[in-house]
């Protein structure tokens, strides 16, 4: 069994057919799916899913190209929402400079909020990192010498020093389709090298659907691509691999084992 650790099932591309895209993905051995939030009025809607299907979770949380609409979001809301049984991680939060599509200051601001509230519920904080590693690492280190909280960079495309600063930290690494992308040796190189107990896979769907289904709407089913390739890239077979992660996937989100 496989864990799609991160997915936009409320997203269009999956939403009008979502049942339909579940199914499909069940049928590919993906045993469980993390529905993640990128702005609070459709919190409603990813926690709803969740509610409703034994086999999703959900995370809230403001994904850094919304941050400037998210300018006055406080602690209070998240804690409040976090309180579901199936919200299980806080995010996807961050910082995005590569199309700084929210002033850096605000995108800061509120990826320390969520660091907060990732500290206080003992939820694992998602992070979304693009053209932003040094502020990316320095918060995080800050943040984690003020008392640790559990963490993962998820779709990882980063250096591999950012690599190393982040598993210094503690925090796992999620690796998406973009792994099995022709033009992606360094990050080929950084995934074969990362411990066997801080790795975990996702689809990141709808977008970024992995070779051999690239420029298709991606899906969640496509994590047994991507997670065939990292296996074949690390020396290892499929059920391995899967088993792996989906060990790693309820290490870090206690929530979702209870
Ligand atoms: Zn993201
Ligand atoms: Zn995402």
Redesign the pocket.
């Known amino acids: 069994m496989l864990i799609d650790s991160?997915c936009?099932l409320e997203y269009e591309g999956l939403v009008e057919d979502q049942q339909g895209v579940l199914a499909r993905a069940r049928e590919a051995g993906i045993g469980g799916f993390l529905n993640?939030s990128?702005r609070q009025r459709e919190w409603g809607k990813v926690v709803g899913t969740a509610a409703r299907e034994a086999d999703v979770w959900a995370s809230i949380g403001i994904?850094p190209h919304e941050a400037d609409q998210h300018a006055d979001l406080g602690e209070g809301a998240l804690l409040e929402a976090a309180t579901h049984p199936k919200v299980i991680g806080i995010g996807?939060t961050g910082l995005d400079y590569y199309y700084d599509k929210s002033d850096r200051g605000v995108q800061q601001a509120l990826f320390r909020t969520h660091i907060a509230v990732s500290r206080e519920t003992g939820l694992p904080l998602i992070v979304?990192t693009r053209n932003a590693e040094a502020d990316t690492a320095r918060i995080l280190e800050e943040e984690m010498g003020k008392g640790a909280f559990p963490a993962l960079i998820?779709?990882f495309t980063a250096s591999a020093e950012f690599g190393r600063k982040v598993l210094d930290l503690g925090l796992t690494i999620s690796l998406s389709g973009i792994v099995t992308f022709k033009n992606a040796k360094d990050l080929q190189a950084v995934a074969s090298g990362i411990p066997e107990d801080r790795l975990l896979v996702e689809t990141?769907a709808p977008?970024l659907a992995p070779v051999p289904h690239r420029g298709r709407t991606c899906e969640p089913a496509y994590t047994a691509d991507t997670a065939g390739f990292v296996a074949r890239l690390r020396g290892t077979t499929p059920e391995h691999l899967a088993e792996a992660t989906t060990r790693n996937f309820f290490a870090l989100f206690r929530k979702a084992a209870a």
Do not use: L
């Open positions: 991160h936009h993640i990128t994904h996807e979304h998820h779709c990141d977008f």
